[in-house]
């Protein structure tokens, strides 16, 4: 037996799925377009007033960003469901959790990365104070990964059921509150000037629970969908 | 393990399952050895795809076991994948991505056979000149002869194929006749359910009806 060693056939997948992102670029421009609407959308609702929206700024900007990522969940799995080569994932001969971490990170990079590079105009936009940007930025680049991964199982889930979306949400938004509380929390507490170092430490330790337990739990979950 | 193996073989052991509270099948037992094909045929809802997808290892039994040269195949997880191939209702292709670069996706991440490259896949199924082409342009025959491709391109001695005549002309069929032929004359194991009367010789062949 020759099967490729575990490294090679995670890139093997990463660069399948980018390669399927870059071919369907439209997709990708939605959860994007959604986080950039919505935010703008609140100096518009509640008046523009810059002490007011500095105060809301960091939950309104974390909260649509969650909402970006839950919007753009059902993707990860769906098109592979329909074709049938989900089931070829299934069979083919190396671990599914090395397949699954493989799935989530190209499609992190396709939707979460985005919102990380635009949330800086975002920042400008309610006027963050300059302290409680980088700091934006950190717990993005934390937190979004552990929606993606966390938000996969969820999918792994409901991936057979013709009407996911709903129950998706319910199973996986009680799970995102964890990370909304801290990183929201940490943007403000930066915003005060105050150290931050203890928010960053636990969204770190979620992201690790996250990366280790994650995949695991969506090869579980997907292997009971698809029998 | 390659698919001369003298030792190569398939065993069901009073396999069970049910779905949605009735039973499709009870106590089924076969053997597929090497060079042998396994022909299930049946009434719609006869649990036809139930019995290929446990064979593959995607469903568990809910009574029984199957025994891949002796082991259970729960037991040798992904070694027994890599000597399976499957070929269900859906072709398992992207449709945004060529023919070739399917096929090689397929490679990479299986047993590689080392004589045949995708391209070469891909003409044996009358594809050549195809290639470069979205798998989303193929007709569904094409499509489907796409499908067959990935069972040349890895070693794989035991062939699973769920109606693999779906939608494919007389052409079509004849050269997947001729694959699963070779095949077996080289030693391969073929599971097929199909509606269509398979031509393969019959000393090899072994009927299995659920309907009966």
């Known amino acids: ?227 | 393990m390659s698919s001369s193996s003298p030792a190569a073989a398939l065993d069901a052991e009073n396999l069970t399952c049910i779905r949605d509270d009735r039973t499709l099948f009870s106590d089924l037992s076969f053997r597929v050895e090497s060079g042998q094909a396994l022909v299930v045929s049946g009434r719609n809802g006869s649990g036809k795809t139930t019995l290929l997808r446990t064979l593959s290892g995607m469903r568990m039994p809910d009574e029984g076991n199957i025994r891949w040269c002796g082991d259970d195949i729960y037991r040798l997880g992904s070694d027994y994948n890599a000597c399976t191939a499957y070929v269900g209702h859906r072709d398992g292709s992207k449709l945004d991505l060529t023919p070739l670069e399917n096929l090689a996706f397929v490679r990479s991440l299986g047993d590689p056979n080392p004589d045949l490259q995708p391209a070469q896949a891909l003409a044996t199924v009358d594809l050549a000149g195809f290639e470069d082409v979205a798998t989303r342009n193929l007709s569904a025959g094409q499509q489907r002869r796409l499908a067959l491709a990935r069972l040349l391109i890895t070693r794989a001695p035991l062939w699973i194929l769920d109606e693999p005549f779906t939608s494919l002309d007389t052409h079509g069929i004849a050269i997947v006749e001729e694959l699963a032929h070779n095949h077996l004359v080289n030693g391969g194991m073929l599971v097929v359910t199909s509606h269509h009367m398979v031509n393969l010789d019959s000393t090899a062949v072994i009927h299995l009806n659920l309907s009966a």
């Not at chain 1, 090679?8 to 660069?15: C, D, E, P, S, T």
């Not at chain 1, 939950?59 to 059902?74: D, H, Q």
């Not at chain 1, 919102?115 to 300059?130: F, G, I, K, Q, S």
């Not at chain 1, 700091?135 to 934390?142: F, Q, R, S, V, Y």
């Open chain 1, 1 to 227: 037996m020759s099967t490729a060693p575990l490294s090679h056939a995670f890139l093997i997948l990463f660069k399948r799925d980018l390669t399927l992102a870059y071919r369907k670029r439209a997709e990708i421009v939605n959860p994007l377009l959604f986080f950039v609407l919505v935010t703008a959308m609140f100096p518009l609702g509640i008046g523009a007033d810059p002490a007011q929206l500095r105060d809301i700024g960091p939950g309104i900007i974390w909260v649509a960003a969650l909402l970006a990522a839950l919007l753009s969940l059902e993707t990860i799995f769906r098109s592979d469901f329909e074709d049938g080569s989900l089931e070829q994932l299934l069979l083919c001969p190396h671990p599914l959790s090395i397949l699954m971490l493989a799935k989530v990170a190209a499609h992190w990079v396709t939707t979460g990365l985005p919102l990380l590079l635009v949330a800086p105009l975002l920042a400008v936009l309610l006027d963050l104070p300059e302290e409680a940007r980088s700091t934006l930025l950190i717990t993005l680049a934390l937190g979004t990964p552990v929606l993606s991964l966390v938000g996969t199982i969820g999918v792994a889930l409901t991936v057979g059921l013709r009407r996911g979306g709903m129950i998706l949400s319910l199973l996986v938004l009680p799970l995102y509150v964890p990370v909304l509380i801290f990183a929201a929390s940490a943007v403000t507490t930066a915003g005060a000037g105050l150290p931050v170092s203890a928010h960053l430490f636990l969204l770190t330790a979620l992201l690790a629970l996250a990366v280790s337990l994650s995949p695991a739990a969506t090869a579980a979950a997907l292997r009971i969908s698809l029998s």
